[in-house]
Structures are given as structure tokens and as C-alpha cells.
């Protein structure tokens, strides 16, 4: 009988299905009520990164070579701004 590992999530990270996420942007993730530390850690990474490393880390993706055209750079509006610590 095959040995279930979804609740125990440090022992899943061996799973093929959750290191093919790293390799190829495909796998599984365990994602029930108890287990959602991995869930969690996903998306703060997804919701850190940049639009550029988004971009980079997708597989082959249409139009790439429009989109790494410099005039695709030239016209982003920045807003930058200073914080003062209190």
C-alpha cells in the first residue's frame, strides 16, 4: 500500500510532485486544513518576487521575445519615494 505523506509536510518536500515546483513551475503542493505551511510559504514567494523573475521562472512563454524588447522597458512609469523612520 502506497504511504500517504500529505499531512506530514517536511516529509512531502521529498516528494518528486513538490520538487518538480522549483525545476519546472508543475507539482503538487499539500493543501489540507492541518497542512498549509508549504501553501503559505508559496505564495509569500510568489507575492514577493517581481513581475520580471514571474516572468522568468514560467516555461516558454508567447510573444518572449516582444516582451524582452528594450522599448518594453522605456516607457515604466516608477514612483519612488523616501520613508522616515520614527
Known amino acids: 500500500m502506497h504511504q500517504q505523506i500529505h499531512n506530514n509536510e517536511e516529509k512531502f518536500k521529498n516528494n518528486t510532485f513538490y520538487k518538480s515546483i522549483e525545476e519546472v513551475n508543475i507539482g503538487a503542493i499539500p493543501f489540507l486544513p492541518s497542512t498549509t505551511k508549504l501553501m503559505e510559504e508559496f ?20 510573444n518572449k521575445d516582444q516582451y524582452l524588447k528594450d522599448e518594453y522597458f522605456n516607457n515604466r512609469n516608477v514612483l519612488v519615494g523616501t520613508l522616515k523612520n520614527s
Not at 55 to 61: D, K
Open 43 to 62: 505564495l509569500d514567494e510568489l507575492v514577493n518576487e517581481s513581475s520580471d523573475s514571474t516572468f522568468e521562472r514560467t516555461l516558454e512563454t508567447v
